[in-house]
């Protein structure tokens, strides 16, 4: 037997893929080509149904136009304010010869700061000062806020009306009706007050910076009081008669407080704009373009997604066994068992 025989022979008793190459790594997996999404099958959905698409945007449309117009204008009033300087004549000297004493007193009287656009926002969010304007204005606020519950010509509430909001129910919408927006860079303070009657609305925005003059004004002559019983306590306790010369500035300074808080009116803040009575085409609300426009979007698209959802259900039941269609609609409770 020759060598080439011998050769051949060897190959044909090997094991397959014994003289075939090893690789390092296995050969990489192309996975099988998905389904494209065609568009062209998109489309022919739409156009198959594209009477239920039309027809639902089209009652959206009419509805969203009924539901517009039969919505009450509300209007808007709105004031700017700004915090009024106050003029400091106690000297920082002044204060630190007094020691400690100064410092009390420097707190007291409030050098350094005055009214602030924080404490007007706080203020005027609170429940106590849209309380205090309920109980002074309430024959004005009932009838503007709870207008078909309030018998206007008895000026009492309804007979129909078997428990009346109580004063914590109002208060809590005075809150919601009112808008206080903070302008730090431009030091201003904004009031908005929404209401469907415009001339009610300018009211309320006069009710509110008059009672935030108000409860700042009490709060000082408040303070002033006491400010001037502690230091004319101090003055007959100290015999240095410079130091009592020292405390009968701030002594001054607290009553030219005083005063400018009896004559200040608004007291603490200026009025930069003051409310007016909006136009009756001047409304804030309802957007009732924005509202239809928003509507027929909206139904547009729940309009296709129901179309690609019958053309599934369609396609489900030509390919399915009817048997495994029929138990998928019974555990769905689509129709009644026999």
């Known amino acids: 037997m020759t060598n080439d025989s011998k050769e051949n022979n060897s190959k044909q008793t090997q094991a397959p893929g014994q003289n075939q190459p090893q690789y390092p790594y296995p050969p990489p997996y192309y996975p099988e080509p998905e389904d494209e ?8 959905v739409l156009l198959k149904h594209k009477l239920l698409i039309i027809g639902i945007v089209f009652l959206t449309g009419i509805g969203s136009v009924i539901y517009a117009l039969s919505l009450e204008n509300i209007y808007r009033s709105e004031a700017t304010i700004i915090p009024r300087a106050e003029e400091k004549s106690a000297m920082p000297s002044a204060l630190s010869a007094l020691g400690g004493l100064g410092g ?7 050098l350094g700061g005055g009214g602030s656009l924080e404490r007007f926002e706080t203020l005027l969010n609170s429940r106590i000062i849209s309380k205090k304007i309920y109980e002074k204005h309430k024959n004005d606020i009932l009838p503007a806020i709870y207008e078909e519950d309030w018998d206007a010509t008895n000026n009492k509430w309804a007979a129909d009306v078997e428990e009346p909001p109580t004063i914590q129910d109002t208060t809590k919408i005075l809150t919601e009706l009112l808008s206080v927006n903070t302008d730090i860079k431009k030091g201003n303070l904004s009031i908005k007050f929404d209401l469907k009657d415009p001339t009610m609305a300018k009211k309320m925005v006069e009710y509110y910076l008059v009672e935030l003059s108000d409860t700042l004004r009490e709060e000082t002559l408040k303070d002033a009081v006491e400010n001037q019983k502690f230091l004319s306590e101090q003055i007959e306790k100290t015999a240095d008669v410079l130091l009592k010369e020292k405390i009968y500035a701030l002594l001054a300074k607290e009553i030219e407080k005083e005063t400018f808080a009896r004559a200040q009116n608004p007291y603490s803040f200026q009025i930069l704009d003051p ?21 027929v979007i909206v139904a547009f698209f729940i309009a296709v997604f129901l179309a690609f959802f ?5 396609n489900i039941k030509n390919s399915e066994d009817p048997e495994r269609i029929e138990r998928f609609q019974d555990s769905l409770k689509l129709r009644n068992r026999e």
């Open 104 to 110: 009390i007193a420097g707190e007291m009287l409030g």
């Open 37 to 44: 999404i065609n568009l062209l099958d998109l489309l022919i």
């Open 310 to 314: 019958i053309e599934y259900i369609q």
């Open 275 to 295: 409310p007016i009575i909006s136009d009756l085409d001047k409304r804030v609300k309802p957007k009732r373009r924005l509202i239809c426009m928003l509507s």
